[in-house]
C-alpha cells in the first residue's frame, strides 16, 4: 500500500494516531509508530520538560519514524518548539492556528509540516504558507473542531478538489470501512484518534477508555462554541454547560464554568463527572480496549477486506 | 452493479433521488426512473389533489419503478396514504415519524416501505415494525434531521453493524466518490437529494438553485433544534434566527418567526432572503444545473472510475 503518505513519513501503512492530548504519550505513539503507522505525540497536555522527556522515551522505544502535534495556541509554544528542534524530531503536525507562523521556521531545520485544517480557507491558506501535508478533519471528529461543522463525507472532496498537497482524511474514522471510505473520497491517508485513545498504550485514565467503549449514538456533541468548540463525552460537566446555556451564560460565564484542568481532570485523573471528556462520534463504533499495534492491523486488514468486497460486488 | 437494494426496487442503478419538498415533483422523479434510478415524489409539500395528479403524471411519464416520500408528521397523512393506495404506487418512503403506524397498512396493500431514521433507536424500531428497507440520513444532509447529529461516516457503519435489512445511505452524498465511500460503509445503495435538487427537472425556483450552485463549505447550518432541526442556507431568514437566540426566542417565539410557507417562499417562490432554504452540506460541490439523468451517470461513472482508482492503488 503506497500513497503519498507512506512516501512522506516513510511509513508502511498511511495510518497516523492522532496526537491526542492526556491520551497520547511515549507508548502510544512509539506503538504505532513499531507496528507500520505513524505514532505521534501529542503535546498539547504537556509541560515543556515532559515534552522533551516524552520525545526521548519514543525514539529510545523506537527507530521507526514518528512525530509531534503542536496546538499552535498553546501559551508555551516557543519552548515546545525549541525543544522539538533540539530533540531533533523529523515531522510535526500543526493545528488550531495560522499555518505561516511556524511553518518556514520548521521546515528549515528539515522537519515536514503537516497542517490540520476543519474548513477550505485554511486548507488553501496552509497551501500558501507551503506545508508539506494537510490533515482535513471532520465535524465528527473528538476535541476541537472548526465552526463550519463540515462533515468528513463533505469536507475530504471539497478539499481534495482544491488544494495539490497529499491529503489525510480524520475525523469518524476507526476502522477499515472508514478508511476505504476516506480514499474513496480522495485522501491518501488516514488519522486516527478516538479508536488509539482506547488502547492499553493509551496514557488515558481506564475510565476514560471504559467511558469510550461505553459511548453509543448521540453520546458526544459539539458544544463550547462560544469558546472553542468542541466535542465531548454527554456527562456532568456537558449537562452543567447546557444549563449555563439555557441561563442565557455569555462567554465570560462560560469561560468561568470551563475553568482550567477540566480535560486532565476527566482524560487523564479519570473523574467521568466533572472532567472534560474529549472524544469523536466514532466511540459508539467501539467496543474494546487492545494493544494499538492490534488496532492498526485491524484497520488495515478491515480496509483489504473491504476493497475485496466492492471488487466482488 | 447489483445489490439487495436494486432488487429490491428492479432498477438498474442503487441510486435514490431522495423526495424534497418544492423540488421533487413528476418531471424530476420520472428523469431519474427513465434513467435507471428510483425517483420519488416528495409529498410533503403537496396538497392531496396535487399529489394524486403528480402520481399520475408520473405514471405516464415512465414504465419505471418509481415512490412516493411520505413524510409521516404531515397533517392530511391519512389522506396521502389513500390516494397513494388508489393510485396503486409501489414504493413508499417514509420518514420523520413512527415506522409502526403505516408500514403494515401498506405493506398489506402490496407496498414497499422504507424508512427514513437518524439514528440507531428508530433503525431498530423500523426493523421491527418490519419495514422492507431502511435509509440511514447523516448530519449533513438537507433539511430535517435528527437530534443526535451523527454523521453519514459514523452513522452509516453503526446502522451496518446493528440491523440485517437492506440499507441505503444519505447525506453527504452527491457524486460517484462519496457512493463508493457510502458502500465502503455498508451502504447497499444511495439516496441523493441537494444534488438532484439543482437539476433542469426540479420543480425549485431557478433562485433557489442558484443558490445551492453558489453555496459553500460553511454555507448551511442545522438549526432551529427547538422545533425540529433543520439544516438550512445561512440567509437572511438564519440570521433572524440566529437574532432571536441571541435574544433568548423560546420555542414559542421560534416558531412564531418561522410561521407558515417559510419553505414554499424560498425553494418555489425564489424568495432567496425570507424563504427557508433547504439543502445539505454538499452543496458546497455543487457547481453547475444540470439534467436528473445527466447526474445519475455522473454519480455511476463516478462510482466506477472510484473503484478503479481504488483497485489500482
Known sequence: ????????????????????????????????????????????SMYPDILREQIRKCKAATDKPFGVNV?????????????????????VFTSAGNPLTWTKWLQEKGITVVQVISNLKFAKK????????????????????????????????????????PLIAAGGIGDGRAMAAAFCLGA?????????AATLESSAHQNFKNAIVDAGDGATELTLK???????????????VQDAYKHHADRDALSELLGHGRSKKGMFLGDLEEGELEIGQVSALIHDIKPAAEILHEIV??????MQKLRQM
Chains 1, 2 share one sequence.
Request: charged share 25%; hydrophobic share 40%.
Open 1 to 44: 500500500m503506497r500513497t503519498r503518505i507512506t512516501e512522506l513519513f516513510q511509513i508502511k501503512y498511511p495510518v497516523v494516531q492522532a496526537g491526542m492530548i492526556w491520551c497520547s504519550g511515549w507508548e502510544l505513539a512509539s506503538a504505532v509508530s513499531n507496528a507500520g503507522g505513524l505514532g505521534l505525540i501529542g503535546s498539547g
Open 71 to 91: 496546538p499552535l495556541f498553546y501559551p508555551d509554544i516557543d519552548k515546545h518548539m525549541a525543544i522539538i528542534a533540539e530533540e531533533e524530531v523529523k515531522i
Open 126 to 165: 496552509s497551501e500558501d504558507a507551503g506545508v508539506d501535508a494537510l490533515v482535513a478533519e471532520g465535524f465528527e471528529a473528538g476535541g476541537h473542531n472548526g465552526r463550519e461543522e463540515t462533515t468528513t463525507m463533505c469536507l475530504i472532496p471539497m478539499i481534495r478538489d482544491a488544494v495539490q498537497l
Open 188 to 196: 491518501e491517508g488516514v488519522q486516527v484518534g478516538s479508536r488509539f
Open 226 to 240: 462560544e469558546l472553542t468548540p468542541v466535542r465531548l463525552i454527554k456527562n456532568h460537566f456537558y449537562q452543567e
Open 301 to 306: 486488514d478491515g480496509f483489504e477486506k473491504t
